[in-house]
């Protein structure tokens, strides 16, 4: 079956480092997203991601983030200058279209990503 | 009040008990229903999704919707140690993903 892969699957840095995180979607999908898991708390949305463009963020998705396609395959998240509240698990997921709710999200298995 | 309201547990139970797993949510624009399962390190992975007031069911899963209460289920039958996860409700919109809502998840352990 089909998986989305996030690598690494555990990441620690530095306070004030950057990190890029990065996501392999199903191949024929169209539409990215990434999720937050603070330990403990929801899963909460960050942003979308469609046509090689950002279709919606949140309030979490302020100026230290940035999502990037850089070529067919990949599906990156950059966070600028970790803060210690930074420290997720963060999700990938993707799927074929928007809408319908037979588009349901397939989900990568995660970063984690310890600041320190 | 939060969007999602979902008892994060912790719930042990019994090999073949039935479980009953609940969310609240206070936003009437929330049309599509969904229940995730996340086993521990995994991503949430879609188990069943429904739009519409009343029951859906599959296998030993039903899950239940109930709009005019806002209040919605997941219904495991003859449970077992491999149903052992993070049940997750989650909900959105009508006409886009972008503003899908999780619950906190329930925990859930079937002890053999």
């Known amino acids: 079956e089909p998986e989305v892969t996030q690598t690494p699957s555990h990441q620690v840095t530095q306070m004030g480092q950057e990190v890029i995180l990065r996501c392999v979607p199903i191949s024929n999908h169209l539409y990215f997203y990434w999720y937050r898991q603070i330990l403990g708390q929801k899963v909460e949305f960050l942003v979308s991601f469609y046509n090689n463009e950002i279709s919606e963020k949140s309030e979490i998705f302020d100026d230290q983030f940035s999502v990037e396609r850089p070529d067919g395959s990949n599906f990156t998240l950059k966070i600028r200058s970790t803060k210690l509240e930074d420290s997720a698990m963060y999700f990938c997921?993707?799927?074929?279209?928007?809408?319908?709710?037979?588009?349901?999200?397939?989900f990568g298995s995660g970063t984690r990503l310890t600041v320190v | 009040q939060k969007e999602v309201e979902q008892d994060p547990g912790p719930l042990s139970v019994p090999e073949g008990a039935i479980v009953s797993l609940n969310c609240t949510y206070s936003?009437?624009?929330?049309?599509?229903f969904m229940w995730y399962r996340q086993y521990s390190r995994k991503g949430p992975e879609l188990l069943m999704y429904?739009?519409?007031?009343g029951n859906k069911e599959d296998g030993r899963f039903t899950a239940q919707v109930d709009k005019s209460s806002k209040y919605i289920s997941l219904f495991i039958r003859d449970s077992q140690p491999s149903d052992s996860a993070t049940y997750l409700c989650a909900m959105r919109g009508r006409y886009n993903n972008n503003d899908m809502r999780f619950g906190a998840g329930t925990r859930l352990t079937v002890k053999p």
């Open positions: 997921a993707s799927s074929t279209g928007t809408g319908s709710i037979s588009y349901g999200y397939t």
């Open positions: 429904t739009y519409s007031s």
């Open positions: 936003n009437s624009a929330f049309q599509y």
